[in-house]
C-alpha cells in the first residue's frame, strides 16, 4: 500500500478563527491523508516541533488575523533551521495579494485565499509532497 | 359554517389543488427534491392554516413588550426609535480609532461598538512577544488607561452608548472606561453601554479565552454584582451566539448554544447570591444574521420567546425585563465573498432587513470589503447608509412584526423553537456547558454543520453568487485598508513611556492588592478599578489574575 501523506494543519499566533482550519482537515482525511491539527494559539516553535516529530510530509498554516507576514515566514525558517526545510508548507485565510508574492518568496509554496475549494488543496498537496 | 366543517372543506380543496401540482410535478420537475434551512428544517411547498394549528396567539405570539415578547420587546418597538446603528469599529493605535469613531458619530451612527486587537482580548500587552505581529491588526491596541483616554478623547461619554468586545479581560476595560469617564467628570451611574464578557462560546466558537472556566465565571458574576450597584444603566453581559454562527453552526444550534450559554451565566449568578430579577434585566444576547430570509426571521422570534419561557419556568424570574431578550445583531462576516465584492452591499441589505423584521434592537451591517481586509471609510459608510435606507425609507419599521401571522414565519418560529430546546436538554443530559464543552459537544455539532456547509458548496448544491457560479476574472482588488507595521513599533514606544512615567509603587501596591482579593474569593472589581487608575497596564493585571488562577488550555 502506497504511504499516507501526512499533514499537520496549525494555527499560528493568537487567532481563534478555526472553522476554515477544521474544515480543510476534514477534507484531506476524507482525500485519506493522515492529518493532524494543532489547536488555536500555536507558537511557530511549537509547530515545528510538532512537525519534525510528527515526521509531516507537509504543514497548512491559516490566519486571518493579519499576522502572516509575521508568522508563516517564521515557520518555514525556522523548519530551515531543523534541517526540515523539504516539508511542504503552504497557507490560506485574509491575506490581501499584495502580500502574496512576499510569502511565495519567503518559501510557502502556496496560498489559498477565501472561496478556494477544498479539492483545489488537495490536488496541490498530493501533486507537490514528493 | 362551523368549524369543523371549514376544516373539512380545507382539507378537501388541499387534495384537489395536490393534484394540480402532481400534473405540474409530471411535466416539471422541482428544482430539487426536498428543501430546506440551513437547520435541516423542510421549507414546504406551501404553508397553509394547518400548520398553525398549534399557535395558540395570546400564549404563543402575543402582543409586543408582553410576555413571552415574540413580536418584540417594546409595546410601539420601530415607532418610537428605530432599532441602535452601531457599527463595530477599531484598527490600529487608539488615536486612528477615535478618528473613525469621530467620523461615525459625524454621519449619524448612534452608539459606538470597540473592536480590540488580539493581544487586547487576550490579555497580553502590545510589547510581549505573543503579541508580535498581532498588534492593531483586528481591533484597536489597548494596553493601559493613557490608550483608553485617547480613545474617548473628545467622546463625551454620558451622551454615548458604548459596547466593547471584550471576554475574559471585560472586568479590565471596563474599569479602564470608569476610569476615563471619572476623568471627564461623568460618574459611573451615568454610563451605558455593553461588555461583551461572554467566556463560554470563546471556549468553544471564538478563542480568546484566558482563564478556565470555574475563574472565569466567578469574574463575570463579580462583574454583575458591581454593575448592580454601580452601572446600574450597563449591560453586564452580550450572550452570544454571533460566533457560534460564524464557526459554522445551523440557526437552531445558534440559538440553543446561546441559549443554553444564557443559563449557565444565570444558574452561575444565582449560585453567588444574587436575585434573579437583580440582575437578568441587564442581560443581553448578540445574534447573527445570515441568508436565509425567512429562517431567520423565525429564528429572532423563536429566541426572544424561548429565553421568556426559561427564564420564567426554570428560574421563577418575576419582573418582565428579566424575561425580556434584548439583542444586537450583526451581517454574517462568513456570508461574504472575496469574489466580486461589491455583491456583499446586497447580502447585507437582505440580512439587515432580516433583522429588522425580527426586532434586534441594535445592528451593525459589514462592510463589503471584510472578506479582504478592515473596512476603508468608504466601505463603512455604504454599511451605514444601508441601515439608514432600511429604517427611513423601505416603511418596514413602521409598524411592528410585520410577518406574524404569516404561516410559514410562525411554523418556522415554532419549529426553531421546539429544535433549540431539544438541544438545550441534551446539554442539560451532558451536565450543562461546561461538561458539554469538555466533552466536545458543541464543537462536533458546529464542525459537522460547517463542514456538510462546505460540501454543499462544493458540489455546488449551495450557490454562491460569484464563487461557485456566474464568476468572473477579477483584477485584484484595490484601495485596501492595511495597518502598517510601524504601527506595532509606535505602540511598543508609546507604552514604555507610560511605564517611564508612572508612578512605580503605586502599581506594585496595587497589584500586590488585587492578588490578595483573587487569592481571597472577594469580588475583583474595585481592586481592578484601583490598578487601572494607577497605568498598571492590562498585561500587568491579568498577569496576576493569570497566577493566580492559571490557564485555560484547550483539550
Not at chain 2, 423565525?298 to 428560574?315: G, N, Q, S, T, V
Not at chain 2, 501596591?509 to 478599578?529: H, W
Request: glycine share 8%; charged share 25%; net charge negative.
Amino acid at each position: 500500500m502506497e504511504k499516507k501523506i501526512k499533514v499537520l494543519i496549525a494555527k499560528p499566533g493568537l487567532d481563534g478563527h478555526d472553522r476554515g482550519a477544521k474544515v480543510v482537515s476534514r477534507a484531506l482525511r476524507d482525500a485519506g491523508m493522515e492529518v493532524i491539527y494543532t489547536g488555536i494559539r500555536q507558537t511557530p516553535e511549537q509547530i515545528v516541533a510538532t512537525a519534525i516529530q510528527e515526521d509531516v510530509d507537509s504543514i497548512g498554516l491559516s490566519c486571518l488575523s493579519g499576522a502572516h507576514n509575521k508568522l508563516f515566514p517564521k515557520v518555514v525558517n525556522l523548519l530551515r533551521e531543523k534541517g526540515a526545510g523539504d516539508v511542504l508548507v503552504f497557507g490560506g485565510g485574509i491575506i490581501p495579494d499584495e502580500d502574496i508574492q512576499g510569502l511565495k518568496d519567503a518559501g510557502i509554496a502556496e496560498i489559498f485565499l477565501p472561496g478556494a475549494s477544498t479539492e483545489t488543496t488537495i490536488a496541490f498537496i498530493k501533486e507537490h509532497v514528493k | 359554517m362551523s368549524c369543523t366543517d371549514k376544516k373539512a372543506r380545507l382539507a378537501e380543496r388541499q387534495t384537489q389543488w395536490q393534484g394540480m401540482v402532481d400534473k405540474a410535478l409530471s411535466r416539471f420537475p422541482e428544482r430539487k427534491e426536498v428543501f430546506t434551512t440551513t437547520s435541516g428544517i423542510e421549507m414546504k411547498r406551501l404553508f397553509g392554516p394547518a400548520d398553525v394549528d398549534a399557535v395558540d396567539y395570546l400564549e404563543d405570539v402575543g402582543f409586543p413588550g408582553e410576555f413571552p415578547f415574540t413580536r418584540g420587546v417594546q409595546p410601539t418597538m420601530y415607532r418610537g426609535r428605530f432599532w441602535t446603528m452601531r457599527q463595530y469599529a477599531g484598527f490600529g493605535s487608539a488615536r486612528q480609532t477615535n478618528e473613525r469613531y469621530r467620523y461615525l458619530l459625524g454621519q449619524g451612527q448612534t452608539g459606538l461598538s470597540v473592536a480590540f486587537d488580539l493581544p487586547t482580548q487576550i490579555g497580553y500587552d502590545s510589547d510581549m512577544e505573543l503579541a508580535d505581529g498581532e498588534v492593531g491588526k483586528v481591533g484597536v491596541a489597548i494596553d493601559s488607561l493613557a490608550d483608553m483616554e485617547i480613545l474617548f478623547d473628545q467622546i463625551a461619554l454620558d451622551q454615548v452608548s458604548t459596547s466593547m468586545t471584550i471576554n475574559a479581560p471585560a472586568a479590565v476595560l471596563l474599569a479602564m472606561y470608569i476610569a476615563v469617564a471619572e476623568k471627564q467628570g461623568v460618574s459611573s451611574d451615568k454610563l451605558r453601554g455593553t461588555i461583551q464578557n461572554d467566556v463560554l462560546k470563546e471556549y468553544f466558537a471564538r478563542g480568546t479565552y484566558i482563564f478556565p472556566p470555574q475563574p472565569s465565571m466567578k469574574i463575570i458574576t463579580d462583574i454583575f454584582s458591581y454593575c448592580k450597584d454601580n452601572l446600574p444603566n450597563w449591560n453586564t453581559i452580550s450572550i452570544s451566539g454571533y460566533h457560534i454562527r460564524e464557526a459554522g453552526s445551523s440557526a437552531v444550534q445558534e440559538v440553543a448554544f446561546t441559549l443554553a450559554d444564557g443559563l449557565a451565566y444565570v444558574g452561575a449568578a444565582i449560585k453567588s447570591g444574587l436575585d434573579v430579577d437583580d440582575f437578568a434585566k441587564r442581560l443581553s444576547f448578540f445574534f447573527n444574521v445570515h441568508n436565509n430570509f425567512l429562517e431567520e426571521v423565525a429564528k429572532f422570534r423563536a429566541a426572544r420567546r424561548l429565553w421568556a419561557r426559561l427564564m420564567k419556568e426554570r428560574f421563577g424570574a418575576k419582573k418582565a425585563a428579566s424575561m425580556m431578550m434584548r439583542f444586537h445583531t450583526q451581517t454574517a462576516g462568513c456570508s461574504l465573498t472575496a469574489q466580486q465584492p461589491d455583491n456583499n452591499v446586497v447580502r447585507v441589505t437582505m440580512q439587515a432587513l432580516a433583522a429588522v423584521l425580527g426586532g434586534t434592537n441594535s445592528l451593525h451591517t459589514n462592510s463589503r470589503d471584510e472578506a479582504l481586509c478592515l473596512p476603508t471609510e468608504d466601505s463603512v459608510r455604504i454599511a451605514l447608509r444601508t441601515q439608514q435606507i432600511i429604517a427611513h425609507e423601505s416603511g418596514v419599521a413602521d409598524t411592528i412584526d410585520p410577518l406574524a401571522g404569516s404561516y410559514m414565519v410562525e411554523s418556522m418560529t415554532s419549529e426553531i423553537e421546539a429544535k433549540a430546546l431539544a438541544y438545550i436538554k441534551k446539554i442539560d443530559d451532558l451536565g450543562g456547558v461546561v461538561k458539554a464543552i469538555e466533552a466536545g459537544f458543541m464543537q462536533q455539532e458546529i464542525g459537522d454543520s460547517a463542514y456538510a456547509y462546505q460540501k454543499s458548496v462544493e458540489t455546488g448544491d449551495q450557490v454562491i453568487v460569484g464563487v461557485n457560479k456566474f464568476t468572473v476574472q477579477e483584477a485584484p482588488p484595490t484601495n485596501l485598508l492595511r495597518i502598517k507595521q510601524e504601527m506595532e513599533i509606535e505602540q511598543r514606544k508609546s507604552l514604555a513611556a507610560v511605564k517611564a512615567g508612572r508612578d512605580a509603587a503605586a502599581v506594585s501596591n496595587s497589584l500586590k492588592t488585587l492578588r490578595q482579593v483573587a487569592e481571597s474569593g472577594d469580588n475583583l472589581m474595585p481592586a481592578i478599578v484601583a490598578a487601572v487608575k494607577t497605568y498598571a497596564t492590562l498585561g500587568e493585571v491579568c498577569g496576576v489574575l493569570r497566577e493566580v488562577f492559571g490557564e485555560y488550555i484547550e483539550s
